[in-house]
C-alpha cells in the first residue's frame, strides 16, 4: 500500500501531498538530502529503513514526484502512477507553471481539484494492476538487455532488388524473378498465419539448409589470363639500346629480383590513387562474406522481372537530416525553446565520464554521477544562445560542487570553544599503516597552538616500535606535552588516563594517535571502536593518502562499517571526517577525493601535502 505522496519543486515548495498513513522519521529529508543533492537521483529508487522511495522528474518545470511505500511490499505500479501523475499534474497547472518565474514562489490553485484527479488516477492504476497478469520481465525488456540490443548492428535485407540493373524485355525475361517474388509474399503470409512452433521449425529447416548451401557452395572465383613473363627491357640512352657485351654488363637483375607479381602498386596519375596491378573488383571480400558474394552472384545471374524497376529499394542507411530540422533546431535555441533530449546528452556524458575516470574517479561513480545528471538535465529548456555542452558541463560542476561540500559543517575551533573550561577537546586519528597519522597529527597541533589552544599529545600506538619516540620528537618541536605509558598496553585505557590528566591540568585539546592497522583485520578494528566508545570521543578523523586512489574508498568504507558494528552505544560513533594527505604528488588526477566523499558522505576537513 503506498503511504505518502509529494510533489514539490527544486527549491524546496511542497506543491502537493497526500498522506495515507504516517511516516515514521523523516524519509522525504532523508531523500533530498542524500539523494538529491549528492546527485545520486540516476536510479530512481531509494531504501531507507522500513521505507522504500522512488520519483520522477518534470525538469522543464524543475519539479519533482515521490512516492513513499513500505519496503516489504513490491508494488508494480508506482512507475506507472508516477508517469500519469507527472502528465496530469503538468497538464492541469502548465499556465500556471510557465508564467512562475524562478525567484518567486510558485502559488496553485487549492489541492482539491487535483486531490480528486490524483484520487482517480490512483484507483484506475491499482485496478489495472490487479486485473493484469504477472508477466516475467524478459533479457530483452532489462537495461543490460538494451544496452546489447543497441549495440548489435542493423540486420542487412535480404536480396534486395536494385531498380539499376538492366532488363531484359517482357516476352525474354525468365520466370524466375517473379516466382521468387511469389514465394517471398507467400512466405511472409505464411509467418503471419502459421503457429509460432511451426514457424520456429520451419525456420530451424531453413538455416540447416543456408548452412548446408554454405559448406557445398564456393566462393565464385574469376578466371583471369595466366600472367605472362615479363621481359626487362634495356635502357636507352638519346635513343641508343645498350646491345652485346655492354648490356650483358649492365644486366644485374636476374639474380636479385624480388616478385612482385600480386603486389606491385602503380600509381594513377588520372585518378591520383594506388591500384594493385593483378588485383580484379569481383574477387573483393570474398572470403570476409561469402553470403554478400553469393547474393551478387545470384543478382548476375537471374534477371529480374519487369516490376521490379518500380519496386522500392530496402536500405539500412538511415534518411539524411533534413536542412529545415537544423534550421528548426537552430531557431529554437534563438527563442529559447530547445528542449534537451537524453540522445543528445548521451555523446556528451561518455566524454565526461571519460574525462573523470581519466583523473582517477571510479568508473562506477562516474557512471552515477553521469547518469544523475542526465536524468536531471531532460527535457530542460534552454536558453537564448546557451550550448548543450557548457551547460553539461556548468551542470557536472555544480554537482561535483554539492558533493564536497560537507553535510555536517565541522568548525572545530567554534566547538573547542564551546567546551572549554570544561573539558578537553580530543580528537582521535585512525588509519592503515603508513598514510602519515603522526606527522599530520603534528601539523593539526601546530595549527590549534597557533590559535593560542593548549594542546597535549596521546601516545596510544603501543604496537609499532618507535612510534612513541616518534611522536615525543614532534612534541620537543612543538614543545607540547606527550602523555604515554610505553608499548603493550591497552590502548583504549590509556587514552583514558591522557583525557583524566588533561582535564586535571587544564587542557584544551588532547590529540589521540593510534596505531596503523588493515581494514580487515577484525581484532585490531574492535581495539579502534573500544578506544572511541569508552571515552566518547569528539572527532574522529580517519587519515588516507590520495597516492592510493581508489584503494583509499574500500579502507574508508570498511573502517566505517567496522566502527557502526562493533560499536557499543547508540547511535553507533563512526568517522566523522578524512585528512587526506600527499595530495600534491598526484598531479591533476584527484578524483579519489570525489570517490571518498561522494561513497561515503563524509567530509574532507584537512588537506596533507608533502611526504
Request: net charge negative.
Amino acid at each position: 500500500m503506498l503511504e505518502y505522496f509529494t510533489i514539490f519543486d527544486k527549491r524546496g515548495i511542497v506543491l502537493f501531498s497526500h498522506q495515507f498513513a504516517k511516516l515514521k522519521g523523516a524519509p522525504i529529508d532523508t531523500l533530498v538530502r542524500n539523494v538529491l543533492l549528492e546527485e545520486r537521483s540516476g536510479d530512481n529508487s531509494y531504501a531507507m529503513d522500513n521505507y522504500t522511495m522512488k520519483w520522477t522528474f518534470a525538469n522543464e518545470y524543475d519539479i519533482v514526484f515521490v512516492a513513499v511505500y513500505q519496503r516489504i511490499l513490491s508494488l508494480l505500479y508506482i512507475e506507472e502512477l508516477l508517469e500519469q501523475i507527472k502528465t496530469k499534474f503538468v497538464e492541469t497547472f502548465k499556465n500556471v507553471l510557465t508564467l512562475t518565474s524562478s525567484s518567486a514562489p510558485c502559488s496553485l490553485p487549492p489541492p482539491t481539484p487535483f486531490q480528486e484527479e490524483f484520487e482517480h488516477i490512483l484507483d484506475e492504476v491499482e485496478s489495472t494492476s490487479k486485473r493484469r497478469p504477472i508477466k516475467q520481465k524478459q533479457f530483452s525488456e532489462t537495461k543490460r538487455g538494451k544496452e546489447i540490443a543497441a549495440s548489435e548492428p542493423a540486420k542487412k535485407p535480404s536480396k534486395p532488388t536494385t531498380a539499376s540493373s538492366p532488363s531484359p524485355s517482357p516476352s525474354s525475361a525468365p520466370t524466375a524473378g517473379a516466382s521468387s517474388e511469389d514465394d517471398d509474399g507467400d512466405a511472409n503470409a505464411t509467418e503471419e498465419t502459421e503457429d509460432p512452433e511451426e514457424a520456429i521449425a520451419r525456420r530451424r529447416r531453413e538455416f540447416a539448409d543456408k548452412l548446408n548451401k554454405k559448406s557445398v557452395k564456393k566462393p565464385k572465383v574469376v578466371e583471369s589470363a595466366p600472367p605472362t613473363k615479363k621481359i626487362k627491357k634495356g635502357r636507352t640512352w638519346d635513343g641508343v639500346e645498350a646491345r652485346g657485351a655492354e648490356a650483358a654488363a649492365l644486366n644485374r637483375g636476374d639474380s636479385q629480383r624480388v616478385s612482385r607479381d600480386s603486389d606491385e602498386e602503380v600509381f594513377d596519375s588520372q585518378n591520383a590513387r594506388f591500384n594493385l596491378e593483378d588485383s580484379d573488383p569481383e574477387e573483393e571480400d570474398v572470403e570476409e562474406d561469402v553470403e554478400e558474394e553469393q547474393t551478387t552472384t545470384n543478382k548476375r545471374s537471374s534477371s529480374p522481372s519487369p516490376a521490379s524497376k518500380t519496386t522500392p529499394q530496402p536500405s539500412d542507411q538511415k534518411p539524411a537530416k533534413s536542412s529545415f530540422g537544423f534550421l528548426k533546431s537552430y531557431f529554437s535555441g534563438l527563442t529559447g525553446n530547445r528542449v534537451v533530449e537524453m540522445e543528445e546528452l548521451e555523446p556528451i556524458l561518455a566524454k565526461f565520464k571519460s574525462h573523470l575516470m581519466e583523473k582517477n574517479v571510479a568508473s562506477e561513480i562516474a557512471d552515477k554521477l553521469c547518469q544523475s545528471i542526465g536524468a536531471s538535465m531532460e527535457g530542460k529548456k534552454l536558453t537564448t544562445f546557451q550550448g548543450l555542452k557548457n551547460t553539461v558541463s556548468a551542470s557536472l560542476e555544480e554537482a561535483l560542487t554539492r558533493i564536497l561540500t560537507p553535510k555536517r559543517q565541522i568548525d572545530i575551533l567554534r566547538e573547542i570553544s564551546a567546551v572549554k573550561g570544561k573539558r578537553p577537546y580530543t580528537i582521535t586519528f585512525c588509519g592503515v599503516n603508513g598514510v602519515g597519522k603522526s606527522t599530520n597529527l603534528a601539523k593539526i597541533c601546530s595549527w590549534l597552538k597557533n590559535n593560542d589552544l593548549k594542546v597535549m599529545l596521546s601516545a596510544c600506538d603501543t604496537f609499532r616500535s618507535g612510534a612513541v619516540e616518534q611522536l615525543g620528537v614532534h612534541a620537543k618541536r612543538l614543545s607540547v606535552p606527550v602523555f604515554e605509558q610505553g608499548y603493550g598496553k591497552d590502548a583504549a585505557a590509556i587514552a583514558a588516563e591522557s583525557i583524566n590528566y588533561a582535564k586535571e591540568n587544564k587542557f584544551d585539546v588532547v590529540l589521540i594517535d593510534t596505531a596503523g592497522r588493515m581494514q580487515d583485520k577484525e581484532p585490531l578494528m574492535r581495539a579502534l571502536s573500544k578506544l572511541v566508545n569508552v571515552n566518547r570521543v569528539d572527532l574522529v578523523f580517519f587519515v588516507g593518502e590520495a597516492l592510493v586512489g581508489n584503494d583509499g574508498v574500500d579502507q574508508l568504507v570498511k573502517f566505517n562499517k567496522a566502527l557502526e558494528d562493533l560499536s557499543t552505544i547508540n547511535p553507533p560513533r563512526t568517522i566523522d571526517g578524512i585528512i587526506l594527505t600527499k595530495f600534491d604528488t598526484v598531479d591533476t588526477k584527484v578524483g579519489a577525493a570525489i570517490s571518498m566523499v561522494y561513497t561515503t558522505g563524509l567530509p574532507i576537513v584537512f588537506l596533507g601535502t608533502g611526504q
